[in-house]
């Protein structure tokens, strides 16, 4: 944990930090429509509900340290609990759930638990995805060693995925590195080619149909992506997943999926340098349910 008898920062001026550093002003994105609800409403800022993204919860005036997260989830929370009044920095402005329900808005409950010990909730999304330094896949696909040749994918205004190249190899041998690499217990996988060179990296999600065509036009053999077995119980969701599907059954592209959480993890793990560099204490607060989930 940080060292406990650190100086404080005004939030004020961590949270001026951050709107530059992620564009809040540009308006891109609507975190507001599925996040708040009766339940969560009253402890929304009210400049959250009008930018759309951004601080979410405004806690004390002077923070201890920054954590960063993927999701609120109750184990992050319960990291908190104890802790001095903080920022949090997290990627989705969701609970998370590895089955049925997927993502689901932060609880009255546990928004009164953090701010019991004034912390705030700060979160970037699409702007975060598509960061030139923090970006959810660039951070993928240093991890895995692949080589960026270009990012693709239009999200919210910038490109969020990533192509590039490995040394040529099995795909068992690359999806093994993958697995240990993430730290995962297990990996999905579909084999449609034996060898692996070209890799489109798409972390969080990926299983659209738009993106794995753009991925096929741009020469992939491969796909490195969250979500492969998607579990949600959303209708609309669950019907693109099933057009990716049978799209590449077309495409014949080699698919790998490291979940959810394990893709983006690493992103919210390296954006602590962002702090580090402005001599602010941050760590990741790391879900130990979700990182083993299988």
Not at 94 to 122: C, M, T, V, W
Request: aromatic letters at 8%.
């Amino acid at each position: 944990m940080p060292a406990k008898d650190t100086t404080p920062v005004s939030l004020k001026s961590l949270i001026a930090e951050l709107d530059n550093e992620f564009d809040v002003l540009s308006g891109r994105e609507d975190l507001v429509r599925w996040a708040v609800t009766e339940d969560n409403c009253h402890w929304i800022n009210p400049t959250f509900l009008k930018q759309k993204t951004g601080l979410m919860i405004v806690g004390v005036g002077k923070v201890h340290a920054v954590r960063t997260s993927v999701f609120v989830t109750d184990r992050v929370v319960e990291q908190l609990s104890d802790q001095r009044p903080s920022l949090l920095l997290t990627h989705h402005q969701f609970n998370y759930f590895e089955d049925e329900r997927g993502l689901q808005p932060i609880s009255g409950e546990q928004i009164q638990k953090l701010a019991k010990q004034g912390h705030s909730l700060y979160v970037s999304h699409a702007p975060l995805d598509t960061h030139p330094i923090y970006g959810s896949s660039l951070a993928l696909a240093e991890e895995v060693g692949v080589k960026q040749t270009g990012r693709f994918y239009d999200y919210f205004g910038a490109p969020t995925a990533v192509v590039g190249e490995v040394g040529e190899q099995t795909l068992q041998d690359f999806a093994e590195h993958v697995r240990k690499s993430l730290l995962r217990p297990k990996i999905d996988v579909m084999q449609e080619r034996p060898h692996v060179r070209t890799i489109a990296v798409v972390a969080g999600g990926g299983d659209l149909p738009d993106v794995l065509q753009e991925a096929y036009d741009l020469g992939a053999d491969t796909m490195l992506l969250g979500t492969l077995e998607n579990r949600w119980g959303i209708r609309g969701v669950q019907i693109a997943h099933q057009e990716f599907l049978q799209l590449n059954k077309k495409l014949k592209l080699n698919l790998i999926g490291g979940s959810h959480y394990n893709t983006e993890r690493l992103a919210m793990v390296k954006v602590v340098r962002l702090f580090e560099g402005m001599g602010v204490p941050c760590e990741f607060c790391e879900d130990e349910e979700l990182l083993r989930a299988p």
